[in-house]
């Protein structure tokens, strides 16, 4: 599986947007990007993912670079309840299966 | 909707004993996967089963085996426990959509299993 690099942890204040950046340098092409941010005593949930393009959603957006050897997780506008692990992760289409794999995540912390 | 439940949340065993955990998927999801979490760790991936079968394996040993039951639910269970087995094991449901598997996958709180 191709590495993610990401810091270990960063730190915003409430109501600001927070950008959480990750580098993938060995991408391949087949390769979707995905986050998924683990709250303190619960399971990781799912945030958003993407190819090519980049990607809205409600929770957050998705900026990848052109040559897909980095991407950019935006929070548009943090809250206490964002304070979590993000982990960004590489994870290729095939049909035997879907399994993450993670790595040791950005700690995000969210002052008042 | 119920999401992905799992039982028991607290385990307590000793150093060569047999443990089962348990996992109900979320509604209308036919995969489950199961990954052990260390403290201070990120997840990590142990396996997954679609279709009654074991369809990816983590790296860890043949201690640690699984089954999916024909309601999709499933149980990870671990023979000859360790010290190092102490950790929190985490469920992840998702949908296989025809054996594409393009879905997120959507966790559970987890087993926190301490062995002494």
């Known amino acids: 599986d191709a590495k993610t690099t990401q810091p270990n942890s960063m730190e915003s204040n409430e109501e600001e947007p927070v950008h959480l950046p990750c580098n993938h340098s060995t991408i391949s092409g087949t390769d979707y990007i995905h986050w998924y941010r683990q709250l303190p005593s619960q399971g990781p949930e799912y945030v958003i993912h993407?190819?090519?393009s980049n990607v809205n959603n409600r929770m957050a957006s998705l900026a990848i670079a052109e040559d897909r050897k980095s991407s950019t997780l935006i929070l548009h506008r943090a809250t206490l309840r964002d304070a979590a692990v993000y982990y960004c992760?590489?994870?290729?289409?095939?049909?035997?299966?879907?399994?993450?794999?993670f790595g040791t995540g950005t700690q995000l912390k969210v002052e008042l | 909707d119920a999401g992905v439940t799992q039982s028991p949340t607290h385990l307590i065993k000793t150093r060569g004993q047999q443990v089962t955990l348990r996992c109900s998927p979320k509604s209308g999801h036919d995969t489950v996967s199961w990954y052990q979490q260390a403290l201070g760790q990120g997840p990590q991936f142990i396996f997954q089963y679609y279709e009654e079968e074991e369809r990816q394996r983590g790296n860890f040993p043949d201690r640690f085996s699984g089954h999916q039951f024909p309601n999709y639910s499933s149980e990870l269970n671990v023979n000859a426990l360790l010290l190092g087995d102490s950790a929190l094991y985490l469920c992840?449901?998702?949908?296989?959509?025809?054996?594409?598997?393009?879905?997120?996958?959507?966790f559970g709180p987890g087993t926190r299993l301490t062995v002494l």
């Open positions: 992760i590489l994870r290729r289409l095939t049909g035997g299966g879907n399994k993450l794999t």
């Open positions: 992840a449901s998702s949908l296989a959509a025809g054996g594409l598997f393009r879905n997120e996958q959507f």
């Open positions: 993407g190819l090519t």
